[in-house]
């Protein structure tokens, strides 16, 4: 019987992770979502709703004969701009609560499933958050009752980030999704235990968005966990360095990023762009600098007081900044200190920038 019912959990998971048919829209708990249908104009409408795993379908609203009524457990939550926009029949769902997760079909009016316009499936996130700073590994906590007879074959767990595959484990076979390969993991022996987490290593911007954990096993009802993730820069950094040494800046990954210098009284000036092909220096370089793609590392060589200022490593596709390094030149004769007093300036304002764009 827990079986049977094991398999049944099974083909849901597997037709989740199949293209869905309809569209799917999601959002997170208290926030406003569109449900969207379209149709020929004056024509009355209906809107139905059904939660997962239930047989009942919901009346959401209905527009008779130029009148627009929500349906019980939607007033005040619902509206239309049919009368704006003539034949849409968009229904705007806010705030969303837990229990609007399901599918809606919108119709013609008339017998269910009939004259259906649009099917929207929509999925309701927690409003629970991680950030991370691009580059490090990240867990994205998802807990659950597993059976304590569970064996690692009767896992089943899928993630997925704004309604696309990440990882999938069943039938002890894990699987990614595309950019995710070797980057994605599940500890098994911490999913015996009721611990999904999912672990992602070296995250990048695109990284960031809705992910759904979704698990059984035998026994264990299909459910549904989820949090946001936002994947941001790092903070600022201080370093000092002696004049003829070298300044070493660690990369997250050496694929489309620019480092950019600005120094007191200074425009921001590039240093290096790894944007396409060949590995671009800038003129202040003066064949001094390096990007080392095996050791992502960015290296300036024999620094002098010019090069007193901050560095910024930029993501050229997204334009966000990576990280933020404020060097300082020691080992100087005394009377050129003074020239350095500019640079905690420019530190304070990259700081309060830095702020800003996490605040963002
Ligand atoms: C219908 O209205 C909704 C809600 O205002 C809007 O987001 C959507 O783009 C409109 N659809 C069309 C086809 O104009
Ligand atoms: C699970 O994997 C085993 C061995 O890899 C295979 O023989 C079996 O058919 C698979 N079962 C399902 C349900 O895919
Ligand atoms: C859950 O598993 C992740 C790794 O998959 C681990 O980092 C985390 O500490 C675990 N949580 C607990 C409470 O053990």
Request: glycine fraction near 10%; charged fraction near 15%; proline fraction near 6%.
């Amino acid at each position: 019987m827990g079986f049977a019912h094991f398999y049944v959990l099974v083909g849901l998971l597997l037709a989740l992770l199949s293209a869905s048919p309809s569209a799917s829209e999601s959002v997170s708990v208290g926030h406003p979502v569109n449900l969207p249908c379209s149709g020929e104009s004056d024509r009355d409408v209906e809107w139905y709703f059904k939660q997962h795993m239930h047989s009942d379908w919901l009346l959401v609203a209905e527009l008779h004969t130029g009148r627009f009524s929500p349906g019980p457990g939607f007033q005040g939550r619902v509206e239309s701009i049919y009368e704006e926009q003539p034949g849409n029949y968009s229904l705007v769902l806010s705030p969303a609560v837990y229990n609007d997760q399901g599918s809606y079909e919108c119709q013609y009016k008339g017998p269910l499933h009939r004259n259906a316009l649009n099917d929207v499936k929509l999925v309701i996130f927690n409003p629970g958050s991680v950030s991370i700073a691009v580059g490090m590994s990240v867990s994205l906590p998802c807990y659950g009752g597993i059976s304590k007879q569970a064996r690692a074959v009767d896992l089943v767990i899928l993630w997925k980030r704004d309604g696309k595959k990440v990882f999938q484990l069943y039938n002890n076979t894990i699987t990614y999704g595309p950019g995710f390969e070797g980057r994605a993991s599940v500890s098994p022996e911490q999913a015996l235990r009721g611990n999904m987490s999912l672990t992602i290593k070296q995250t990048w911007f695109s990284d960031q968005g809705h992910y759904q954990c979704l698990y059984s096993s035998p026994e264990e009802r299909w459910a549904p966990d989820s949090v946001r993730l936002h994947v941001t820069g790092h903070p600022l950094q201080i370093r000092t360095v002696k004049a003829g040494e070298e300044l070493s800046i660690q990369l997250p990954t050496t694929d489309p990023l620019r480092v950019t210098f600005t120094g007191p009284g200074l425009d921001e000036v590039l240093m290096a762009d790894a944007h396409k092909g060949p590995v671009a220096y800038g003129e202040h370089c003066g064949q001094r600098c390096e990007l080392l793609g095996q050791e992502k590392t960015f290296l300036l060589r024999r620094v002098t007081l010019e090069d007193a200022g901050v560095y910024t490593v930029t993501d050229s596709e997204t334009s966000r900044i990576i990280s933020n390094i404020s060097l300082q030149i020691s080992g100087l004769p005394p009377s050129a200190g003074e020239t350095t007093g500019v640079v905690p300036w420019i530190l304070l304002f990259f700081s309060i920038l830095g702020n800003i764009g996490l605040a963002v």
